[in-house]
């Protein structure tokens, strides 16, 4: 849970600083224009050029988030294939351990049924040769 809050809590962050820069731009490139003392066809020949320096400043940091994204991305196969990889690990020797105590007590079992075959076989001769001893 507390991992899920500071994945959005970056995400968050990012987009924060993101909508800050793009506003920042913005609001300068349009004082800046309005403010600058010349002629029509300089303001549009600056316009245009703020206009693609904003686009280009905007695409790269475009770039930089869908790079950071993959890099989560990778990441988070990476641990993910590790987390399987450990479960593997893990059930596999869990079923080895299981067998192993599975033919500990079977093994276990059958002695101790061994010992009551020989424990009842010897309580009836002795239960016989009492009933003939009392015959």
Known sequence: ?????????????????LTSLLVGLSAGFIL??????????????EIKE??????????????????KTKEYIDKGKVKIAEMKSRGEEFAKESRGKISSVSRNVSSSAKKAGDKIKKAVKKGKKKAKKVEEDLS
């Open 50 to 67: 703020k206009s693609e320096e904003f686009i280009k400043k905007t695409r790269d940091e475009l770039d930089r988030a869908t790079g």
């Open 32 to 45: 800046g224009v309005l403010f600058a003392p010349k002629p029509g066809i300089e303001t549009r020949k």
């Open 1 to 17: 849970m507390k991992k899920e809050n500071d994945e959005s809590n970056g995400k968050n962050y990012f987009s924060g600083i």
